[in-house]
């Protein structure tokens, strides 16, 4: 779980550098980039496909883990700040 929420603040590390070099990103790219990490967490799938949720079952991390790291990436733009495998937690 760690490693996929490390990719997702390298994701977000990616779109803050591609903006700032070539100002791809349009009014409400961030908040959609946002929206999908939280459609995608695990917790959201697992209540949809099962109608409940088993957090030890978790691969890709929470909702709100997924929407934390991507925001962390895209907010500081600094590679040091995607090592999940230092943190603590990954909250």
């Given amino acids: 779980m760690r490693l996929e929420l490390q990719a997702d603040c390298l994701a977000g590390i990616w779109a803050s550098f591609a ?3 070539r ?3 349009e009014p409400g790219d ?3 980039g946002l929206n999908a ?3 995608i967490g695990d917790d959201t799938i697992q209540k949809r ?3 409940y949720v088993v957090p030890e079952g978790f691969t890709h991390g929470s909702a709100a883990q ?3 790291w991507f925001r ?3 907010e500081t733009g600094d590679l040091k ?3 999940t495998f230092a943190a603590q937690s990954v909250s």
Avoid: P
Wanted: glycine letters at 8%; one cysteine or more.
């Fill in 19 to 21: 903006n700032r070099e």
């Fill in 23 to 25: 100002k791809i990103l």
């Fill in 30 to 32: 961030v908040e959609e």
């Fill in 37 to 39: 990490a939280a459609q």
């Fill in 49 to 51: 496909a099962q109608g």
């Fill in 66 to 68: 997924r929407v934390s």
């Fill in 72 to 74: 962390r990436g895209i």
């Fill in 81 to 83: 700040q995607c090592d």
